[in-house]
């Protein structure tokens, strides 16, 4: 990993040098010299190992959601955990915590469709296992083993590993092809021989870029399996055995939830919450999508592998309310299970589909 990630950094250390060389050396006239070095900067610092930025997202701070962001807060304090800087609602299938920024914000994306289908105490198990990732060097511990998604060089060489994809990405006629807002072109645009030259140049490069992204997130995934376990087993610490288990098993519906947001997009249509909710009931009464055991992405184990770490779990008996936090024996009974239970109560779910129509949300990551 140290090895793909270090090469983000000597690529554009390469080109800069580059640069700075045809500046100083002119090995060709003074103005194509100049222009030339002034092209391969602007590559060098576009595709730059930059971190990723969040204005994209529009975040909300926890202050101006005083039910949901008071819950979480007291939860993160209680559980020695660092409180997000924000609640990004976005309208995606997705729950995740990103880090971006210079500074490393911890920013919660919360999907809105993953929210509102979801019963409370899959809520409680989302929450408790999302803010338990990319802890910070001060917040790491036996218990909480650092994630390499928390680094920000390796996460700041994967960001430039992206936008050197998308800036080798080969091109379709419908990206080049100019459109007239509000005007639809009568026939799909068709190649040039401009545009399959340009390609057919991109495509080696493309290619390797690909091949070191996936090369890069593949290491990144592997180093981060021990930190899931962690999150999973502090989910089990807090919410329970048999609810994280019921959790896990629980991703039955999110096949037709990616399906029902797919048509909605295409149609061109808002979020619906209680339509999501009426289907969300019927694809749970029905059940009739695959099974979730075989269920595997980049970040996570095989369900079947989670839910067989999980039902081994033997944590210890939790203290009486109100002792706090004990190192190596769990959470007390009550304190912070009662916090995240106020984070996912009606309530709460009201503020965050009001935030989120306020705010508009992201439909872009």
Do not use: K
Not at 207 to 233: F, K
């Amino acid at each position: 990993m140290i090895t793909l990630a270090g090469a983000g950094y000597a690529l554009t250390a390469a080109l800069l040098g580059f640069a700075i060389w045809l500046v100083l050396t002119r090995p060709m006239s003074a103005l194509v010299s100049g222009i030339s070095a002034a092209a391969v900067a602007a590559l060098a610092l576009r595709t730059a190992p930059w971190p990723p930025s969040g204005r994209r997202l529009r975040p909300v701070p926890l202050a101006d959601l005083p039910r949901f962001g008071a819950a979480i807060a007291a939860y993160c304090r209680r559980a020695g955990l660092p409180p997000p800087a924000g609640i990004a609602l976005i309208r995606h299938d997705v729950v995740d915590l990103r880090i971006v920024g210079w500074r490393g914000r911890r920013i919660l994306l919360l999907g809105v469709p993953r929210w509102v289908a979801a019963e409370p105490e899959e809520r409680a198990c989302l929450l408790v296992h999302y803010l338990s990732h990319a802890l910070p060097r001060r917040y790491r511990s036996e218990n909480r083993p650092a994630d390499p998604r928390g680094c920000g060089w390796i996460r700041n060489a994967d960001a430039g590993v992206s936008r050197w994809c998308r800036a080798l990405r080969p091109l379709t006629p419908r990206d080049v092809v100019r459109r007239r807002p509000g005007i639809a072109p009568a026939h799909p645009p068709r190649g040039s021989l401009t545009l399959a030259a340009t390609n057919a140049l991109v495509y080696v490069p493309y290619r390797l870029v690909a091949q070191w992204q996936i090369a890069l997130r593949a290491e990144i995934a592997r180093c981060a399996q021990c930190a899931e376990h962690a999150a999973d087993v502090e989910t089990v610490r807090v919410v329970g055995g048999e609810a994280a288990q019921r959790w896990l098993g629980s991703y039955f519906w999110r096949d037709a939830l990616a399906d029902w947001l797919a048509e909605r997009e295409e149609r061109g249509l808002d979020l619906d919450v209680a339509e999501l909710s009426a289907a969300c009931r019927q694809w749970r009464a029905t059940r009739h999508h695959r099974s979730p055991a075989g269920r595997v992405d980049d970040a996570h184990a095989a369900t079947s592998l989670r839910l067989a770490a999980v039902s081994a779990l033997r944590i210890p008996p939790r203290e009486p309310a109100g002792t706090g936090y004990a190192a190596g024996a769990g959470y007390a009974a009550g304190a912070e299970h009662s916090d995240i239970a106020e984070a996912c109560d009606a309530a709460a779910c009201d503020e965050l589909l009001t935030a989120y129509r306020r705010s508009g949300g992201a439909d872009r990551l």
